[in-house]
Nanobody
Framework: QVQLVESGGGLVQAGGSLRLACAVS???????VGWFRQAPGKEREWVAA????????FYSDSVKGRFSISRDNSKKTIYLQMNSLVPADTAVYFC??????????????????WGQGTQVTVSS
């Protein structure tokens, strides 16, 4: 089992930045971690992912160049640094973990564990 707890959401003006954190605990390895988001009335969409092996990172086109996923092994925490935020980034952001180190990092159904989500609101 893996437990995920997100934090760091809030209200920010367009052009601002936020850093989300996802605390990871449990006895199962989270070999792929990802961030997803769900805006009101829309389906959940993939944002970013990182492989445990090699620290490879991946980003959706909508956030590439603005968002950065990273981790601090000593704190067992995954981060999502979000810069140059725009109102379209408003959503509930979820952290997810997959036991499979080779799973489809951008497919919601491939992830085994999910956090409860944290709200990000970007005002214009």
């Amino acid at each position: 089992q893996v437990q995920l707890v997100e934090s760091g959401g809030g209200l920010v003006q367009a052009g601002g930045s936020l850093r989300l954190a996802c605390a990871v605990s449990g006895r199962t390895s989270a070999n792929t971690v990802g961030w997803f988001r769900q805006a009101p009335g829309k389906e959940r969409e993939w944002v970013a992912a990182m492989r445990r092996s090699g620290d490879r990172t991946f980003y959706s086109d909508s956030v590439k160049g603005r968002f950065s996923i990273s981790r601090d092994n000593s704190k067992k925490t995954i981060y999502l640094q979000m810069n140059s935020l725009v109102p379209a980034d408003t959503a509930v952001y979820f952290c997810a973990a997959d036991r499979d180190p080779h799973g489809a990092y951008n497919v919601e159904g491939d992830y085994d564990y999910w956090g409860q989500g944290t709200q990000v609101t970007v005002s214009s």
